[in-house]
């Protein structure tokens, strides 16, 4: 299985955007998880005064989350792809919600600008090619003292979790992919997990790109060992 990177994983996610939403209503407490790591972010209130950026916004689930947790924050969101970013600017939303067509490699170049109170990055950092330089991009966004959640799937390392993954993935996701047509993103989906890195080894990342009290925190449900929300800081 090979995996897609930047515009090839752009276009990919171009083609699917109509039928996404579709497909992860299908994953129990997918919509209820991004709420969970939403309110991890730790951002006091409603969210009044606080700057957000919810990079990797794709159709908007991330952002309803975030718009649901904190429904008076500045939230900008940014997606590479552009037909996941105009299904997610097309969704009525509450509060106003700026979108930004940009990757996470070049949100200063299409206009994304600091200092931000808090980033959330939901099912990103695996489908980048250098997460490091992507991190301390983040990093330099957010203010002293500002908050970073990565909401991901990443393998807990322990060999039943890898083979649930994998059975998932053989079972319902590869064959609904082809069916519907986005066979090569869902078998990307499948092998970006099984290569990244394990939750320990993300949680070491984060620390080695400057972010502190970094936690490693689970999800509930038949994700467990499988996404988790990870948390960490700038220095103030």
Known sequence: MTLLRDEALAGAFDRAAPRYDTLVALNPGYHAHLRRSARRLGLPGDGAGARVLDVGCGTGASTAALRAVLPRAEVTAADASAGMLARAAGKPWAAPVTFVHASAERLAEEGVRGPFDAVFAAYLLRNVADPDAVLAGLRGLLAPGGRLVVHEYALSGRR???????????????PLGNALGDGALYRHLWRSVVDFDTAGAFGQRLARAGFRDVRVLPLPGWQTGITYTFTGRVPA
């Open 160 to 174: 039943a979790d890898r083979l649930v993954w994998n059975a998932v993935c053989r079972g319902f996701v590869a």
